[in-house]
């Protein structure tokens, strides 16, 4: 199973960008799809996630309102579409599959298969 995250790079305040994470080797539309980041010397948190057929999306409070996941299962793609993004979204953002139920989409230790993560940096 490989996951390959790609898009993140370096914006302004207020900016967007567009993460994309490309899956391979698993039947993709069997996995509940989230997306993790991690900012130097703190904890990896919850960020989004989107279930099996794409109906369902799930949001940190902190990304609610700026942040649109989505995926196309034909693709085999999971996105994440960031806006208004301020420097505390600087960070590593990783994307995963799992096989959570609804009330467990936010936890980590429930997705499987992890990609190596792509680092969005904003300045001030």
């Known amino acids: 199973v490989q996951l390959q995250a790609s898009g993140g790079g370096l914006v302004q305040a207020g900016g967007s960008l567009r993460l994309s994470c490309a899956a391979s080797?698993?039947?993709?539309?069997?996995?509940?799809m989230g997306w993790f980041r991690q900012a130097p010397g703190k904890e990896r948190e919850f960020v989004a996630a989107?279930?099996?057929?794409?109906?369902?999306?799930y949001y940190a409070d902190s990304v609610r309102g700026r942040f649109t996941v989505s995926r196309d299962n034909a693709k085999k793609t999971v996105y994440l579409q960031m806006s208004s993004l301020k420097p505390e979204d600087t960070a590593a953002y990783y994307c995963?599959?799992?096989?959570?139920?609804?009330?467990?989409?936010?936890?980590?230790?429930?997705?499987?298969?992890w990609g190596q993560g792509t680092q969005v940096t904003v300045s001030s």
């Open positions: 080797g698993l039947t993709f539309g069997n996995y509940v």
């Open positions: 989107v279930s099996r057929g794409g109906s369902g999306t």
């Open positions: 995963a599959a799992g096989t959570p139920a609804a009330s467990g989409v936010r936890r980590g230790s429930l997705y499987a298969y």
